[in-house]
């Protein structure tokens, strides 16, 4: 629940740059930052989003295996959801409400799907909420609790959600018609980080009703999960394997267009691309589909090592967080940018808190790390040597977010 908490304050902050300034984040980013610094946090974005939609698209191809008996192999599912940008480019001709239809589609698919396991399960409500509130997180479970931070708050999302306000249009010199624009928003986000929350809920307790402390929850991963649910809740009017794969492939789809969506945002802010709108998705999607093909080749039949990357994956956006999040907070607050839209001092302190905690979190994970994994000296060489060049790198975003750049204000205006 708070990582959610902390996703939504995020996205709110992601959506108030955007309608104050008409600008996006990878926008603004390419004005601030020198040439070095700026294709740096351009790669990280990109290193960011390519993870995810592994994870994505992934997930779509389980789905379809799931659903077809294991007659669609890993790859080929791959390559079928790689496809869905070529739908989203067909909806957003016809306007940006057909792909918010779509997308509202696949959510309700979703949830749909996984509130009929939720109701399967019956848990209880005061354990259930007790959980929410007060969560408690085994010392062993340090992946784990990071990696939920990072699917919590994925970087590409940040850079998303301060373009997505953008389809409508608001008059930024009209102080009233932002404000009320940013009310709107404001209610649009939080609706939909509060479904999203539901959603995780009924996953997380379906699995945790059922296998908590048994043998089978050391097995469990996405490739399996709907066997063992099946096993675990019975078949009835309609299996519950293929309600899981239902809901996967709606889960999967909808992630991976809204990953397509925030790629060409990304790339074209950072590198201001002039070109083709269909060009420009499929270059995108060409950086994920090529190394998530060779993933599904190399895990296709090697279940655990594909759970345990999909872990790393969900650490790997905890680790970029800083990368987006930085930024964003270094424009938020200043005037030059905002103007009367900044965000005031307390509001800064709790965004800067969240800041540090994600970083703090990330910390304690690379120490976990290197006490419990045995490694040579030359791996454990080539490892401080990137985690030196991760933590100057954070340091100087840091010390620029605090240091107030007069020449800024030129170059929006």
Same mark, same amino acid.
């Given at each position: ?14 959506? @108030? ?39 994505? *698209? ?33 909806? #957003?001709?016809?306007?940006? @409400? ?50 939920? *931070? ?14 997505? *306000?953008?389809? @409508? /249009?608001?008059?930024?010199? &009209? ?41 089978? +929850? ?31 492939? !709606? ?24 070109? &083709?709108?269909?060009?420009? !998705? ?13 993933? !599904?080749?190399?895990?296709?039949? +090697? #279940? ?19 990368? +987006? ?6 424009? *938020? +607050? ?16 709790? !965004? ?22 045995? /490694?040579?000296?030359?791996? /454990? ?33």
């Amino acid at each position: 629940m708070w990582a959610t908490a902390m996703g939504l304050l995020i996205q709110l902050l992601a959506a @108030r740059l955007g309608v104050a300034t008409g600008r996006h984040l990878a926008e603004l980013c390419r004005l601030q930052y020198p040439p070095l610094p700026r294709i740096t946090l351009w790669i990280m974005a990109e290193i960011a989003l390519i993870g995810a939609d592994i994870q994505e *698209v992934i997930g779509s191809a389980i789905a379809l295996k799931v659903l077809t008996n294991g007659y669609i192999p890993l790859w080929a599912g791959v390559l079928i959801t790689a496809l869905d940008c070529f739908i989203f480019l067909f909806l #957003e001709n016809y306007g940006v @409400r057909k792909l918010e239809a779509l997308f509202g589609l696949l959510i309700t698919t979703m949830a749909l799907s996984f509130a009929w396991m939720f109701g399967e399960a019956k848990p209880n409500g005061v354990e259930l909420l007790l959980g929410l509130l007060i969560p408690r997180i085994h010392s062993n479970a340090v992946k784990q609790a990071v990696s939920i *931070v990072g699917c919590s708050i994925m970087p590409h999302n940040v850079y998303l959600h301060s373009a997505l *306000v953008q389809s @409508r /249009m608001v008059d930024t010199n &009209k102080k009233g018609r932002v404000q009320e624009a940013l009310s709107y928003f404001s209610i649009e986000s939080s609706i939909a980080l509060f479904v999203s929350f539901i959603i995780n809920i009924f996953v997380m307790t379906v699995f945790a009703k059922g296998f908590y402390g048994t043998k089978a +929850s050391v097995d469990i991963g996405l490739v399996n999960a709907g066997t063992y649910l099946q096993e675990k809740y019975g078949g009835g009017l309609f299996p519950v394997l293929y309600i899981w794969g239902i809901g996967l492939l !709606a889960s999967g789809h909808c992630s991976t267009i809204t990953g397509t969506y925030a790629g060409q945002f990304i790339m074209a802010g950072f590198l201001n691309l002039r070109i &083709k709108k269909w060009l420009r !998705a499929v270059i995108t999607r060409s950086f994920a589909i090529v190394p998530t093909v060779i993933v !599904a080749l190399m895990f296709d039949t +090697s #279940e655990d090592k594909l759970d345990i990357l999909n872990e790393w994956l969900n650490v790997l956006q905890s680790l970029q967080i800083p990368f +987006s999040l930085i930024p964003l907070l270094s424009l *938020v +607050s200043r005037e030059q940018v905002m103007g009367v839209f900044k965000i005031n001092r307390t509001l800064k302190v709790v !965004a800067w808190i969240v800041a540090f905690l994600v970083m703090i979190m990330n910390g304690y994970l690379l120490e976990d790390f290197f006490a419990n994994e045995l /490694m040579s000296m030359w791996v /454990m060489i080539l490892l401080i040597f990137i985690i030196v060049a991760y933590v100057s790198f954070i340091i100087y975003l840091v010390v620029q977010a605090f240091r107030i750049d007069r020449s800024f204000d030129k170059l929006l205006h």
